[in-house]
């Protein structure tokens, strides 16, 4: 039986018009929810997405124009998503890009951490039961470049343990108990989605891009399927316990990794001690 029920929650998804981000709209849906919410840069693929859902689903989803690497939009586009749901019950901070090129990297990483920052505060602020809120959930979607040296990629590396940490580091008890708040965060493997298209010109260095290129090709690396990752997200989200870290990797059931880095981060801690 699940911990955390979906029916009836108001979802907002970020990078919802295709991709993992739209699967995630689909499945959530399927499960009962209120209705969601997504939020894309791309308004043509987000209005055409929302239209199949709403034709499924009777008119549960909302699609709103938002560049989460601005903050206006960002601020706009919650406020509109308020004035028709009222209510904010769940937070999928989806969007993201793998562009460390030296004229798009810093977009990229306002898109996958100052973006997120940013909604999740404003969740924060909306649902805390401390301040007369529901509570909800957060979700906030890091990497396995965040548990590991990603060499082409250095700066969504960088940018993904920020997600990883930042979220750890919100939810520290007595968080959920003052607020209601779950933050839940996900380490997703590589997955067959459009952000592993063309990884040489979307590295740092097209040289050590060629290598990553040149050693899947030769290797016959097989991602996992988008069906995974959306498995994982809604296991997640049904059993995950308040400040918990997932790991959704090689097509394998989603795994509670927050075990594993609460040692690491207790072996770094044990240098700081006198």
């Known amino acids: 039986m699940s911990l955390w029920e979906v029916k009836d929650k108001s979802f907002l998804i970020t ?40 034709k499924a689903h009777g008119d549960k989803a909302l699609f709103i124009k938002c560049d989460v ?15 028709q749901f009222k209510q904010i019950d769940v937070i999928i901070n989806n969007a993201g890009v793998m562009v460390d090129a030296p ?6 990483s306002d898109i996958n ?12 602020k909306h649902m805390r039961k401390d301040e007369g809120g529901l509570g909800g959930t957060i979700i906030n979607i890091s990497s396995t470049a965040a548990l590991t040296k990603f060499q ?19 939810a ?15 380490c997703l493997g590589p997955t067959d989605t459009r952000l592993l298209d063309n990884l040489e010109a979307k590295s740092y260095d097209p040289k050590i891009g ?18 995974s990752a959306v498995a994982g997200v809604l296991h997640m989200f ?8 997932w790991l959704v990797n090689d097509g394998k059931p989603a795994e509670d990794i927050t075990p594993a880095i609460d040692r690491a981060f207790k072996d770094l801690e044990s240098l700081l001690l006198p």
């Open 15 to 54: 990078g919802g018009a295709s991709g993992l981000g739209a699967e995630y709209a689909q499945t959530f849906l399927n499960e009962g929810a209120k209705n969601v919410a997504i939020l894309d840069i791309a308004e043509q693929l987000g209005k055409a997405t929302a239209e199949r859902l709403n």
């Open 210 to 227: 060629k290598i990553l290129t040149d050693i899947v090709e030769a290797t016959g690396v097989i991602y996992q399927k988008p069906a």
């Open 113 to 124: 951490w100052q973006g997120v920052v940013s909604l999740t505060m404003k969740g924060l």
């Open 172 to 186: 520290v008890d007595p968080f959920y108990e003052n607020t209601g708040i779950r933050v839940l965060t996900l």
């Open 238 to 245: 049904k059993n995950g316990s308040p400040g918990s870290s």
């Open 152 to 170: 082409a990629f250095p700066i969504y590396s960088g940018s993904k343990m920020a997600v990883l940490h930042f979220s750890q580091s919100l």
């Open 69 to 83: 690497s601005k903050e206006e939009d960002i601020t706009s586009a919650f406020d509109s998503v308020l004035a």
């Open 103 to 108: 004229d798009t990297w810093r977009i990229a």
